[in-house]
């Protein structure tokens, strides 16, 4: 167990549709990522945020939004779901410090029908 | 762009065998290069991960080889294990000024370990 919480395991919703996905970093981490998985793009970084403040930006489409709470969770905001966006979302955390190594959740597996 | 290259996509191995995976960049900012493993229905879990100031780091039965000019690192998993059969990520990353040190990732090796 990474210590780091994703909720739902598992998502279905119809195109057109928007979810949010939730992340619990472990103790103590200040910084959280989102990565994307899915077999044509492999695993891709979405954004990072950092006690609050969103830190560094990756692959992330503009339908897609991400914040973290005073208590340090994280919620990534998918919208206007297509059919492409099916894939897997990993949350990840860390300490913010260089090369600390990141822990990653299970995963939410979103499917876009 | 791809920014860390991996391969073999896949591998097979024997019980006992030396499996070996390579990744090259090409951004020289990186100065952090991790290897996760990954099994199926789970995240990335850390393996064993090093610095650009070291040429070899070896933690048990995995060893990652790091080559600074040519910019490639492997890894090497000795006396391979049916277990040790899941998918391997190379990745990097960058301190650098933002203190963002987000991953990028290789596109994984399917590794699978013959009893």
């Known amino acids: 167990d990474s210590g780091v919480t994703q909720t739902p395991k598992h998502l279905i919703t119809a195109t057109g549709q928007r979810v949010t996905l939730r992340c619990s970093p472990r103790?103590?981490?200040?910084?959280v990522y989102w990565y994307q998985q899915s077999l044509d793009q492999g695993l891709q970084f979405l954004i990072q945020?950092?006690?609050?403040?969103?830190?560094a930006k990756g692959n992330i489409l503009e339908r897609f939004s991400a914040q973290q709470f005073p208590d340090l969770h994280s919620e990534l905001n998918l919208s206007s779901l297509e059919l492409g966006d099916s894939a897997l979302y990993f949350c990840?955390?860390?300490?913010?410090?260089?090369?600390?190594?990141?822990?990653f959740g299970q995963g939410t597996r979103l499917t876009v029908v | 762009q791809q920014q860390v290259k991996q391969s073999p996509q896949s591998l097979i191995v024997q019980k006992g065998g030396i499996s070996i995976i390579n990744c090259a960049y090409e951004?020289?900012?990186?100065?952090?290069f991790p290897w996760y493993q990954q099994f199926p229905g789970k995240g990335p879990a850390l393996l064993i991960a090093?610095?650009?100031?070291?040429s070899e780091k070896k933690e048990g039965r995995f060893t990652i080889s790091f080559n600074k000019s040519a910019k490639q690192f492997s890894l090497h998993i000795m006396d391979s294990q049916p277990g040790d059969s899941a998918t391997y990520f190379c990745?990097?990353?960058?301190?650098?000024?933002?203190?963002?040190?987000?991953?990028?990732f290789g596109t994984g090796t399917r590794l699978t370990v013959i009893p």
């Open positions: 090093i610095r650009p100031d070291v």
């Open positions: 990840a955390s860390s300490v913010a410090t260089q090369g600390a190594e990141a822990f």
């Open positions: 951004n020289t900012a990186f100065d952090y």
């Open positions: 990745a990097a990353s960058s301190w650098g000024l933002t203190g963002a040190n987000n991953l990028f």
């Open positions: 103790s103590g981490d200040l910084s």
């Open positions: 945020y950092y006690n609050g403040e969103e830190r």
